[in-house]
């Protein structure tokens, strides 16, 4: 089944720089990869995804560059605000039994942004 | 008008014992999962339906026990509560199977003691 790997786990930054968090997946039918912040004590929610036909996707602050035959995918945001601290997850939607499976998680990226 | 919602919000048990979360949403999906998320944050899944038929069960041991009445409900029965089942249950439904987003409940923070 599909295998999702994200670094760092950790990650702080000076409000206003940039920060990356990227994550590679192993199951190369694999077509869906959305990305989910999840701020403490609430659940996860949607901040952006791309499919596999398309190798960059960018809204305000926020993009993600998927490299398909590398494997991997990275989310990027720029002037990182307090607001931004949060745990980071990607995920991948693997294949199951020759079907659409199921979402599969990084194991998150805990993002500080110092003011 | 809540997309996602679980109940109960926070659940205490002791060992042994059995308990039930519900999940319902109001979007009109098709497909329902359930995630647990351990201490270490780590989202895991556990089961996903479609149209009310168990599609994937990932590997879950059989105390727990998925039920799916309609496809706007999914709610989960674990039996013989054991102290490694606390965490925190997320429901999440998705329109289909395939590529699209999926909206989570709220969450369940069950203690076993």
């Known amino acids: 089944g599909e295998n999702v790997e994200q670094h760092p786990s950790t990650l702080s930054v000076q409000e206003g720089d940039s920060a990356v968090i990227k994550c590679t997946y192993s199951d190369s039918a694999s077509n869906y990869f959305p990305w989910y912040k999840q701020e403490l004590g609430k659940r996860p929610q949607l901040i952006i995804d791309i499919r596999s036909n398309v190798g960059e996707k960018k809204d305000q602050r926020i993009a993600v560059t998927l490299n398909k035959t590398a494997k991997h995918f990275s989310l990027h945001i720029t002037e990182t605000q307090p607001e931004d601290s949060a745990v980071y997850f990607c995920a991948a939607k693997g294949w199951y039994g020759g079907s659409q499976g199921n979402l599969i998680f990084g194991k998150g990226t805990k993002l500080s942004v110092k003011p | 008008d809540t997309a996602v919602s679980q109940t109960p919000k926070y659940l205490v048990t002791q060992m042994g014992n059995d308990k039930s979360i519900k999940c319902e949403q109001n979007?009109?999906?098709?497909?329902m999962y359930w995630y647990k998320q351990d201490s270490k944050k780590f989202l895991k899944i556990m089961f996903s339906y479609n149209n009310k038929e168990l599609i994937i069960n990932e590997t879950v041991p059989n105390r727990f026990s998925p039920k799916s009445p309609d496809k706007a409900h999914l709610n989960l029965h674990i039996n013989s509560l054991e102290l490694g089942d606390s965490a925190v249950y997320f429901c999440a439904s998705s329109f289909t199977t395939g590529n699209t987003e999926a909206f989570f409940g709220q969450g369940t923070r069950l203690t076993v003691v």
């Open positions: 979007l009109g999906h098709d497909t």
